[in-house]
């Protein structure tokens, strides 16, 4: 699909088929997203901790 012009030329913009879309994740409920949305810039991300705590659960499902 070609999409406007840039200094460098045409753009080519991706198309997703509708199954791409759909195998994205889903939601995450466990993720309070006004709050991340609102958080400090150059703080550490807190879905850092939510990633570890489900790597470790990944780990311990693994031994």
Known sequence: MWHGTSQAG????PKFTTASVNALPG????????QLRNFGKERRSPLTTLVKAQQQ??????V
């Open 27 to 34: 939601p995450r409920p466990e993720v309070n997203w006004e």
């Open 57 to 62: 659960e990944k780990g311990a499902a693994a």
């Open 10 to 13: 045409a753009v080519d913009v």
